[in-house]
């Protein structure tokens, strides 16, 4: 089942007339919830990072900082937002769902957490809405918890990741790979393993185009054994700061892209959905959502009947052929159950995913796919 990290505090309320659009962390999963993508079972709530965790990445006094409100109104003009104990409150438990979403991806290959990608925090400053940069925490957690030895963070938000470039600038086990807007804030990039700069006005297949060219060479050379993905959508047409004119037909392309060839090399995922800021709320959450039901893909499969032989005749038994293949990989899945509810027929695939069940009865059966990383899907025949 596919996790995500949601705490309603996501949603912290900001001066009115604030540019940040935050009510975007309340739809998201309210969206998903209403469409059935989601039910509650699939979301957690984080607890706050700790102070030990969150030092592994960021600095001391930075912290206290952050703790103490004690951050002079310039820091607080980098960062766009007036400091609070709840906007702390709020970065720790976002930093831990991100933290937490690793457990998960783990053991799941993917999870989401419905907010993070704070990209622009630096170890010892925080800029560009963002206070702890999420991703690095949690990559620096996994390092040090020996769950991972080699990560690629995959940043396709349009701005560039520069706080993350930063903070691993001279650790080899954390490869940055940030596809972002050359004109487009921050106006001084830092230098990540590899940087995309995009022109104004890049079109959405030049996009497509350039991420296809890039990401499977990055797989095969930094082999990956964990992935960040940073899935911001202000690369829309629509975005008021993005400068590009990707679609949003094109923007789920990308997320597509993304896990389909994360999941073809079984690298397991951790998405933070990081910017969007297209005039039109409902843009910016459909974008979001688009990530958020890909992701659900990541748990089904598809039958696919190849032959299937019913008899009218009383006494005659019917057989039915298939294969059952991976949803996003469209590989063909070895061991999967099949059966026929309440019944004891049934068999399982082979290594090929080939599946062929014989001597059905007459009748009206539920055909039941089941397997244990999978959602358990069941067919009328
Ligand atoms: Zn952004």
């Not at 990741?161 to 940055?176: Q, W």
């Not at 958020?292 to 893909?297: I, P, S, T, V």
Request: with cysteine; glycine share 6%.
């Amino acid at each position: 089942m596919v996790k995500i990290a949601y705490h309603a505090c996501y949603a912290y309320s900001l001066p009115e007339g604030h540019r940040f659009p935050m009510l975007k962390y309340e739809l998201i999963p309210e969206q998903l919830l209403h469409e059935g993508t989601i039910f509650q079972e699939n979301l957690f709530e984080p607890n706050y990072c700790s102070d030990e965790v969150v030092l592994w990445t960021h600095d001391i006094n930075y912290l206290h900082k952050l703790k103490q409100q004690t951050l002079s109104a310039s820091e607080q003009r980098k960062i766009g937002f007036p400091q609070s104990p709840e906007l702390i409150e709020r970065e720790l438990m976002i930093t831990q769902g991100t933290i937490d979403c690793c457990i998960y991806a783990i053991e799941n290959g993917i999870a989401l957490n419905v907010a993070g990608g704070t990209h622009h925090a630096f170890a010892d400053r925080g800029e560009g809405f963002c206070l702890l940069n999420d991703m690095a925490v949690a990559a620096n957690w996994l390092l040090k918890k020996g769950l991972a030895k080699q990560i690629l963070i995959i940043d396709l938000d349009v701005h560039q990741g520069n706080g993350t470039a930063k903070i691993f600038e001279s650790d080899d086990r954390v490869f940055t790979f940030s596809m972002h807007g050359a004109h487009n804030y921050p106006f001084h990039k830092e230098v990540s393993n590899l940087d995309i700069p995009l022109l104004d006005g890049t079109d959405t297949d030049t996009y497509l185009t350039l991420l296809q060219y890039h990401l499977p060479g990055l797989l095969e050379t930094v082999k990956p054994d964990f992935a960040f993905y940073l899935s911001g959508v202000d690369i829309l047409e629509t975005d008021k700061f993005g400068k590009l004119k990707v679609s949003i037909e094109g923007c789920k392309q990308r997320d597509a892209f993304v896990f389909e060839s994360l999941k073809e090399k079984a690298i397991p995922v951790t998405v933070a959905i990081g910017g969007g800021y297209s005039p039109d709320i409902r843009t910016i959450v459909e974008a979001h959502c688009n990530t958020f039901r890909l992701a659900k893909d990541f748990f089904l499969m598809l039958l696919v009947i190849s032959a299937c032989f019913f008899s009218m005749d009383t006494n005659a038994q019917s057989s039915i052929r298939g294969m059952v293949l991976d949803s996003i990989t469209k590989q063909p899945l070895a061991g999967i159950n099949l059966f026929l509810s309440h019944t004891s027929i049934g068999t399982t695939t082979d290594q090929s995913g080939h599946f062929n069940i014989e001597r059905i009865p007459q009748g009206k059966f539920e055909l039941v796919i089941s397997s244990l990383n999978y959602e358990t899907r069941t067919i009328s025949i």
